[in-house]
Structures are given as structure tokens and as C-alpha cells.
């Protein structure tokens, strides 16, 4: 491994004190008796001489820049994969996503069409709020700075497989009962075809999960943490929408929080109607499922009855606009609302999450312990309120308050284009996408990486 070495500063006293030698000559001690001033004068012109070449050393010592070093094989681990190493401060620095993606490479998987494109025969199935999946895929694979067709140069592997495309069918029956099939089955096939997966176990591999519970491939929580994740997935990376901030066996994986696919044509396309920080007539906003008996399924009630209780609560509430039936242009609401309303479902996360920081509208997120994506990209507490379940009721006192104070700070932060960038996938990746945000985050776990692991260790 290359060692950064600072240049020496041994025997610069010694040089200096030579030199004043054989220019004025050595002082003899009845000189300098006789002499007051100069035990001062040669303190200070040591004082000074000090300074100066102390200061030299600093101002000409420069550490080579990360983008300009140059390794000269492939075999050599590229520069960020060093920079990880020694200067973990670096990897923090936003200005500097740019370098450390510069070199990052993905081997994606030619699988057979059954595991992934067939299933795009849906319409659907590339456009609902599972898609991510779909659109990871299709950004990695178009880029030919990211993607690499040589799997040797490779820091991680994409593993396509779609299980979400038929989860949300349109009568609204999920099914995903295929999903820990199919995943094994690719894993047997690539580890059969390919050296990769046996060499890191997995480690470097990435998979996507993005419906409700994530790498537990179950439609309800009860089942999925009493499943968990798959054995076979354990060593593996999952890119998940399913996100908490305490112990739950869905998460028990390395995986990294994703936003829900919200189509990126219509966010670009509602605003044209309703001009971003134009009039916003509606108050607070919330269009979907809202139970008035809750339904209890394997014993858990939807929504932890919160979405009940905003209905029982605030139906008749003139502040509030709230709808329970399906409406195609519910965008062109979130447009105009001040508000919008973002409560758990079966899971915590919710695409409204997305659509109302694309759309303009102060994201009120009500889902106890939450994770949210890119957390140190997305400024969440500053653009988004957080009402803990237990203080529903308390929702319109909550509102009035911030609207009487800090309202229009948030919405200057929310309307910021780049946070909107940030949590939309798009065909091609695009610098501060949530796809490119996704490779940001891959490029710091390049100790998963098993070639990485392999070159430094040589």
C-alpha cells in the first residue's frame, strides 16, 4: 500500500548555525560579554530563522490531489479506495462526491429476461411506487462512466431482479409470494456462471427491495420479522425503502435507505399547472386509504389506526382537505397545499414523502421512528415536520404554531431544486439524482468490495 511520506526537516538547525558560521565567524566569549545586545540579537535572529523555515516547509509541502493520482494497473486499486484508508474526513465533504464517484465501477448481471424485463409487460410495473427497482437498474446500466462490462475491474455487482413489478396490482391485492424464489434462483445461477459471488460471499453484491418491508419479501410485518431476511441475502447489500431507527429483523442486513419511485415527467409536468411557490389554496392535504373501523389483519391494525384518527378527527375541520377515493391528478392537490399529510401505512415509509418535497408542499411526517433516505444529503429537520402518533389529535394546534412562526424558512428550504433532485430516479443518471446518491453511497463501503479488499492487501 502507498505511504504518504512528508519531507524531512532533520538537520535544519545544524545547517543554519554552519552557515552563520562561515559568513560572520564564530563570536569569542569576551566578545560577547562585551557585547550586551547580542545575546538578544541571536535570540531573535534564531526566533526568526525558526519562523521562516518552519513556515517554508508548509507552504511548499502540498499532498498530491485524490483526482490527479494515477495507479498503472488494473489490477491497482483506484485512488479513492486509498483516500478511504487514511483520510476518512474527506468522504464527509459534499464538494467532493464528484472525486470519489470518479473511478467507482458496477458489473450489472445479464440474467434471463424472466428475472427482470418480462416482467415489464405490466405497464405498470417500471411507473408505481415500487419502481425503484426498475429505474436503478436502467440508470446504472445506460451510464458508461459507472457500469463496466469487465467484471475484474469491477467494486460491486448489481444483481437485477424484479419482485415488486406485480406487488401493487391495480385491485390492489399485492403479491410478492414469488420473491425469495426468484432471488435464490439467480443466486444459484450467478454463483454457478461466476467466480464473484463466492469470492466476497455476497458482500459486494446489490440487490434492490423496495416495497414494504424490504429484505423480508413479505406484505405484512407480523410474517416478515418472524421470516427475515433470507440466509442467503445476509452478507449481501440491500437497497431498501423500509427503514427504522430501532432493532427490527427487516433491516438486519447492510443495507441502505432508498426514496419510493415517484415518476419524474409527472413532478415536471404538475408544476406547469401550479407554479411552485404559487398561491397555495389548500391548507393541509391528504388523499388515501383512511379506514373508519380499521381493519385488523394477523393482529395489527392499519396504520396503527393513525389515519382513522386523523379522519374521526379533522373530516369536518375546514382546514383540512381530506379524501379517501383514488384520484389520477392527486399531484396537481399536493400543488397546491401548504400542508401534506404523511402517515404510516402498513409500513412506515410512504410516497407521499417524495411527492410533496417535488411538489413544494411542507411533508408532515407521522411514523414513529422513522428512517428517511440520504439523511445527510436531504435536510429532513429542516424541511419536513415530524408528529409523533400519540400527538394526531394535536395536529391543527401543531400547524397553526408553525405557521405563526417558522414557515416560511422551511419552505425556502424545501423549494432548494437540489433537495427535490435528490429523491427523484431518473433514465439516465444525473449528478444529485437519488440514483447518483445511491452510487455515493455504495463508493463508501468500498471495504465490501472483495478486489478492493485483495489489492490493498497485496
Partial sequence: ???????????????????????????????????????????????????????????????????????????????????????????????????????????????????????????????????????????????????????????????????????STVNGFPAIGHARSLLSSAVQLISASFPFWNSSQGADHVFVASHDFGSCFHTLEERAMEDGVPEFLKKSIILQTFGVKYDHPCQDVENLVIPPYVSPEIVRSTPQKAPLTGRRDIWVFFRGKMEVHPKNVSGRFYSRKVRTEIWRRFNGDRRFYLQRHRFAGYQSEIARSVFCLCPLGWAPWSPRLVESVALGCVPVIIADGIRLPFPTTVPWPEISLTVAEKDVAKLGRILERVAATNLSTIQKNLWDPAVKRALLFNNQIQEGDATWHVLYALAQKLDRSHRTVMVLNK
Fill in 1 to 167: 500500500m502507498v505511504e504518504f511520506k512528508k519531507p524531512t526537516r532533520k538537520n535544519t538547525g545544524f545547517f543554519v548555525k554552519m552557515k552563520l558560521a562561515h559568513r560572520h565567524g564564530r563570536l569569542q566569549p569576551q566578545q560577547e560579554k562585551s557585547n550586551p545586545c547580542f545575546k538578544y540579537y541571536k535570540w531573535l535572529l534564531w526566533v526568526s530563522l525558526s519562523l521562516y523555515f518552519f513556515s517554508s516547509y508548509f507552504i511548499s509541502y502540498k499532498p498530491i490531489p485524490l483526482s490527479k493520482t494515477q495507479y498503472f494497473s488494473k489490477s491497482t486499486v483506484v485512488s479513492r479506495a486509498l483516500f478511504e484508508s487514511t483520510n476518512s474526513t474527506f468522504l464527509q465533504q459534499p464538494d467532493n462526491h464528484q472525486a470519489l464517484l470518479k473511478d467507482l465501477k458496477i458489473y450489472v448481471y445479464e440474467l434471463p429476461s424472466k428475472y427482470n424485463t418480462d416482467w415489464l409487460a405490466n405497464e405498470r410495473c417500471s411507473n408505481h411506487l415500487f419502481a425503484s427497482e426498475v429505474a436503478i437498474h436502467r440508470a446504472i446500466s445506460n451510464s458508461d462512466d459507472v457500469r463496466t462490462f469487465d467484471p475484474y475491474e469491477a467494486d460491486f455487482f448489481f444483481v437485477p431482479v424484479y419482485v415488486s413489478c406485480n406487488f
